[in-house]
């Protein structure tokens, strides 16, 4: 009887560490973008809540550890870590196997991600539980932060590669800097 | 550049793709007449001053917006989703 | 001469360097000019039109004759201005724009022909014959003239960009700069300090002048002390702010490290930085006195001398001089008798002029000639008693001050002219919540800077709703700035203008002669306040000249526009990161190891990588592995990665009618568990994609789009639903990443799949165009019977996690059978003997029409561009329209981007009848074939035209036939 064997996003790629940075993956399956039809956001949410704890967050906010709920979009959000429960008037749609995500954490995590994405990252306006849909270098993804020098970063699988050597670059940059720079 | 996404915020301009004038959604009927269509898809206003236009928020929430803003001051003076936009 | 004890770094280590391969002794914290300076050496560069001998002018970013070449080949930087280069142990230098050497200039005799080379000397002078412009003027001219060379290197330094944001920008760190930082900081304001000197402070590092009883430069060390403390402060040196762009954005280039940092360094970091205000405290520029022959290396700025001597302890001569028309300037006299330098003389020209120390002062008078070639000899002295020669080797000029009001240009603003201080001030409100403080806007003395950036960063955080503390303002110099009018200088002799550009007086006044007159007109015809320096020093010097020969006032004359950058800046800045990996996104299928492993050649497709055949270890050119992949496909069976195709899941009540919008054709009449293909128009009438779409659900489908084309119809959908269909309930998103799909196509692709699913497939569960779900070795996987090459084919989907592993075992199972891997070249091979159009096809000017689809087209309901696709001339017969196109002698070979003649006709665009878009050459037939569009193509089939490529000088005549080569009936995908 064959068997096919899953492999993940960034397999072979992380983790590592560069100066005080590290990168690892996220193994975040499973995961399931919902997008509630017109009129049933609140159903939605609070279905969502009495199943599995969280409801549909607020757009650019995560709510949950796990299971979570990150908004992703006009009137989209994902529900990582669980499996999507029955959810009436909503569209639910399997995106376990779409993603790299990748957890950077350090204490340059923040200087490394301003070295690749415009949006502001300054801890006043970005707090844990913030989400953003943004660029990350030429790449569409998502930014959330995780802690005060944590932050969790996903494009699309496809592009674990590019995601990897964009941030390895920056952090081997910042790492530089700190020793050579004047 | 920045621009006001109504969801999002004020985001930098590189998120968005710029479409043209905020006529575009005034789509005409089927049988509007080839005079009708060849305006709406061709003839554009190229005001000095305030106008409307069509932004997507590509590498953002993907929210039609349009933007108020002024050609000659390049003042952005708001921005609403084009789903609620009454032309 | 270094001056033992002055300066902010007297115990700085010993540096060593070279300057045109001549060894010489500099310390830490000297810039290449001062260390340059302190050796004795004035000569530094040769000017750029008449290979005039010239030294520094300047001790800061606004140099414009002290520029070398630094390094060598990939670590070579052209145009550095020794003023603002660090020096560093084994810094390399050499100067430019002189051959044999910097002392023995051959092009120097462009300087004695200088009466032919005046303003305009180009347009003049080369005008005939027209035809030696290209090959002899030009060459000649470019070789002469010039700057620095790039070494023809790629750059192996590593440059940065990056992002910041902040509630306040301040831009300079003078006094000025650090009161309005720590006004702003103090009330809680997030703030970004940015200055371009390696060490903040400004002039207040160049001066003796005192703050608060300390010496400028402690006060500016204590205070920095102070802001870097604070979580809200961000300081960053060596950082110039380089342009003023909308709402609240601006470039600054940061320069992190020098070429001699090892290559894993970032060299310069190209910041974008956002600010919800920003406060311009850049400070100001001395500017020059155009007197005869003032360019001589030894004369230099009076500020550059006081800073030479109070920041580096380096003595610019033994016996100076200073020329001046203002107070200010009698500080570098009084600076340098006090370090025990010998000041030869003080001439002012006014005449009511103070003597502030013991100093020989000449009142009312002007410098009216100098001496010595390649350096500073002697100046001529003409006052009320007459002339006076005094021998001197450094004269310290001042024509007055110009607060550095570029950035407040940047949005299209104007600075306004002020009698006050003989210059140009910003305008408020130049830019949005940009305020000016200090000498920026005209205030000159240390106590006014220091008040000004209180009240200035007061007003600001107030403005953002925070609470300014009250922040005592130190005790400082207050002097007032005392300035007379003086522009230039008549006598015998050139007077230099614009010294970057070798723009004198008369060419400002020739220009105004020959009427161009207007300051943009002049500058254009004269080349005043080009290059490096942009006229930072020569800008208000040639406006009043201009003035005066057009008889205007200098507020009527105007200025040029100051753009964005303030200071150069490098390309690689610009671009960093975008080399190499960085330059676009790779996107890897699940497959692309596995695939590399096979030595398949991967070609971009879009940012996809894909292979592009699979090669044998017997086979020698691609065609060959090409050919065994098609013939496996049609006899056996072969296995490719389809999963670049775009993949959209919509679902939602109004699913079907929305889909019944983009499409022109219909899918709410497609039953549950069947695909249909479907062709999407722009609003125009003209084709933008085409693909299959799949109903899962009542309310479910999923959409396939080309691999080119996914993005766009993503937008578009988003467009569709969001903009023009708001009233329909639809849900949508991007699922081309979650699904490995593979398709599996031959006469054997039953047989094989059957091997790898769980449940059996036969004709009737799985008919041609059915789809569903299935179990692939325990695996929930889709699977549709579609066919892109003629054959028994379908398409089989997994989860992305499983792709590599699902890849795998089709690849074994399929050899198993005899076939085996297919990549792009194959693929396209057998979609064109199948007559499948591709983007090559729907390249944006066809219609449905043209591709022969026109019936696809619903007339029973409204669609994305079904209006216009019936517009007059879209449905006419002459329209180029898509036809089969095959050799007449079988052995020739047919090229793509060919275009179409009738036979015999001359290949002129005249008579152009339609072109090429793909050829191949087909296995399955034996000889080459091409779809193309052609006028009134489908009523032609058995006619003859003529292939004609230029580019590839192929001429082929062809006979026109249906663009389905194979299996016309279908017959086989049904299988």
């Known amino acids: 009887m064959v068997k096919l064997i899953a492999r993940t996003a960034c397999a072979g790629l992380l983790p590592k560490t560069i100066g005080t940075i590290t990168l690892a993956e996220i193994a975040a399956a499973p995961v399931t973008l919902i997008a509630p039809h017109r009129g049933q956001k609140k159903a939605t949410s609070d279905a969502l809540k009495a199943a599995v704890g969280v409801g549909f967050p607020a757009p650019n906010r995560c709510v949950g550890i796990a299971p979570r709920a990150m908004w992703c979009g006009k009137d989209q959000a994902l529900l990582i870590g669980v499996g999507c429960p029955e959810l009436r008037g909503t569209a639910c749609i399997d995106h376990s196997d779409a993603w790299a995500i990748v957890q950077i954490e350090g204490a340059d995590a923040v200087a490394v991600l301003s070295r690749l994405t415009p949006i502001d990252l300054r801890a006043t306006e970005f707090k844990a539980g913030h989400t953003a849909r943004t660029l990350i270098g030429h790449m569409t993804g998502g930014i959330t932060r995780l802690g005060s020098q944590s932050f969790e970063v996903m494009v699309m699988r496809s592009m674990a590669g590019t995601l990897v050597h964009d941030l390895t670059q920056a952090a081997e940059n910042i790492a530089a800097r700190a020793v050579n720079a004047r | ?87 | 001469m270094r001056i033992a004890g002055k300066g902010l770094n007297p115990d700085g280590a010993p540096l060593s360097f070279t300057f045109d391969g001549k060894p010489y002794a500099g310390r830490e914290g000297d810039t290449l000019s001062a260390a340059l300076l302190a050796n004795g050496v004035r000569l530094m560069g040769r000017s750029f039109k008449y290979h005039r001998p010239r030294g520094a002018l300047t001790a800061g970013s606004e140099e414009p004759n002290a520029l070398v070449t630094v390094g060598a080949d990939a670590r070579q930087d052209a145009n550095i201005r020794a003023t603002t280069q660090s020096l560093y142990d084994g810094l390399s230098a050499r100067s430019q724009n002189a051959w044999p050497s910097l002392k023995h200039d051959a092009m120097a005799v462009n300087d004695l022909a200088a009466p032919f080379l005046s303003a305009g000397f180009y347009y003049k002078t080369f005008m005939w014959p027209k035809a030696f412009w290209e090959r002899v003027y030009e060459p000649i001219i470019r070789r002469a003239a010039g700057l620095g060379a790039l070494s023809g290197d790629a750059v192996e330094e590593i440059y940065e960009k990056a992002f910041a944001y902040c509630d306040v920008l301040i831009i300079g760190a003078g006094p000025a700069g650090i009161m309005a930082a720590l006004t702003a900081a103090k009330a809680g304001a997030d703030v970004i300090l940015a200055d371009e000197d390696t060490q903040m402070g400004g002039r207040l590092l160049a001066e003796t002048g005192e703050i608060d009883g300390h010496a400028g430069s402690d006060w500016v060390k204590r205070q920095l002390e102070a802001l870097a403390q604070m979580d809200n402060v961000r300081l960053m040196p060596r950082t110039t702010v380089t342009g003023v762009y909308d709402q609240g954005t601006f470039s600054a280039l940061e320069q992190v490290s020098e070429q001699n940092a090892p290559l894993n360094t970032p060299r310069e970091c190209f910041w974008r930085i956002t600010a919800k205000r920003s406060i311009l405290c850049a400070g100001a520029l001395e500017r020059p006195i155009a007197f005869p022959n003032n360019d001589r290396p030894g004369i230099m700025l009076a500020s550059a001398v006081r800073a030479y001597l109070n920041r580096w302890g380096v003595a610019a001569g033994k016996a100076v001089t200073v020329f001046a028309n203002n107070d200010d300037a009698h500080r570098t006299a009084m600076d340098l008798i006090d370090a025990g330098v010998r000041v030869a003389g003080v001439i002012d020209s006014r005449s009511d002029a103070k003597a502030q120390g013991d100093y020989p002062l000449f009142k009312g008078a002007q410098v009216i000639a100098t001496k010595g070639r390649r350096g500073l000899q002697s100046i001529t002295v003409q006052d009320a008693n007459g002339t006076h020669e005094i021998e001197t080797d450094c004269l310290a000029m001042s024509g007055g001050w110009n607060p550095s009001v570029h950035l407040t240009c940047h949005m299209n603003g104007r600075p306004t002219w002020s009698d006050d201080i003989l210059s140009f001030v910003p305008m408020d409100g130049s830019i949005p919540d940009m305020s000016v403080a200090g000498a920026a806007r005209g205030k000159f003395s240390t106590l006014e800077c220091l008040e000004d950036g209180i009240a200035v960063a007061t007003a600001a955080v107030t403005s953002l709703d925070l609470k300014p503390q009250k922040t005592e303002t130190p005790t400082a110099e207050d002097t007032p700035y005392a300035i007379e009018a003086l522009w230039q200088v008549e006598g015998k002799g050139r007077k230099w203008l614009d010294f970057q550009n070798d723009v004198h007086v008369k060419d400002v006044r020739l220009a105004a002669q020959e009427n161009f007159r207007s300051v943009e007109h002049m500058k254009r015809y004269t080349t005043q306040g080009m290059a490096t320096d942009q006229g930072k020093n020569s800008n208000v010097a040639a406006l009043a000249v201009l003035a005066d020969a057009t008889g205007r006032g200098i507020p009527e004359t105007g200025t040029t526009t100051f753009r964005p950058p303030y200071v150069p800046v490098s390309i690689a800045a610009m671009g960093a990161g975008s080399q190499g990996h960085g330059f676009a996104p790779e996107r890897h299928l699940t497959s692309h190891t596995a695939s590399v492993d096979r030595n398949a050649p991967m070609i971009e497709v879009g940012l996809w990588y894909r292979a592009s055949y699979f090669p044998k270890p017997n086979e020698t050119t691609w065609l060959e592995a090409c050919n065994r992949e098609v013939n496996m496909v049609r006899n056996h069976v072969g296995v490719c990665d389809v999963s670049t195709l775009g993949k959209i899941d919509i679902q939602g009540p109004d699913a079907a009618e929305f889909l019944d919008f983009v499409y022109c054709n219909t899918f709410s009449s497609l039953k549950e568990n069947r695909v249909r293909y479907g062709l999407m128009l722009r609003e125009d009438g003209h084709v933008m994609d085409d693909g299959t779409t799949a109903r899962l659900g009542p309310n479910h489908y999923v959409m396939t789009t080309t691999t080119a084309a996914a993005g766009q119809v993503m937008k578009h959908v988003d467009w569709v639903s969001q903009a023009l269909r708001p009233d329909l309930d639809v849900r949508f998103a991007s699922v081309t990443e979650q699904w490995a799909q593979f398709a599996v196509a031959g006469p054997k692709s039953r047989e094989l799949l059957n091997t790898i699913l769980d449940e059996q497939i036969d004709n009737d569960s799985w008919p041609f165009m059915a789809c569903g779900d299935v179990s692939v070795a325990g695996v929930q996987g889709r699977l549709f019977r579609i066919s892109f090459s003629g054959e028994h084919a379908y398409e089989i989907a997994v989860p992305a996690r499983y792709g590599a592993s699902l890849f795998g075992l089709l690849t074994t199972q399929a050899e198993a059978m005899g076939g085996g891997l297919y990549g792009m070249e194959a693929l396209n091979v057998l979609r064109i003997e199948k007559g499948f159009i591709t983007h090559a096809e729907i390249h944006g000017r066809v219609t449905a029409f043209d591709i022969g689809f026109d019936r696809m087209v619903s007339q029973k309901k409204d669609c994305i561009g079904n209006a216009m696709s019936r517009r007059e001339g879209l449905l006419d017969s002459e329209r180029e329209q898509m036809v089969g196109l095959k050799p007449v002698e079988i052995a020739d070979k047919l090229t793509a981007g060919a275009h179409l003649f009738v036979e015999g006709a001359d290949a002129v665009s005249e008579n152009d009848q339609g072109y090429v878009t793909s050829v191949c050459h087909s296995p399955t037939l034996g000889y080459d074939i091409g779809l193309g569009f052609l006028k009134d193509g489908p009523n032609r089939y058995g006619e003859r035209v003529m292939l004609v490529d230029h580019v590839r000088d192929n001429h082929v005549l062809c006979e026109i036939c249906h663009p389905v080569f194979i299996d016309p009936e279908g017959g086989l995908a049904r299988g």
């Open chain 2, 1 to 87: 550049m920045r621009l006001p996404c109504p969801i999002c915020g004020d985001r930098d301009r590189r998120e968005f793709y710029y479409q043209g004038h905020a006529t575009m959604l005034n789509r005409p009927s089927a049988d509007a007449g080839t005079a009708t269509w060849d305006d709406y898809l061709h003839n554009r206003e190229n005001p000095a001053g305030e106008t409307r236009d069509l932004w997507h928020h590509e590498a953002g929430c993907g929210a039609w917006i349009v933007v108020t803003r002024n050609t000659v001051t390049h003042e952005v003076s708001g921005a609403v989703l084009a789903e609620k936009a009454k032309t």
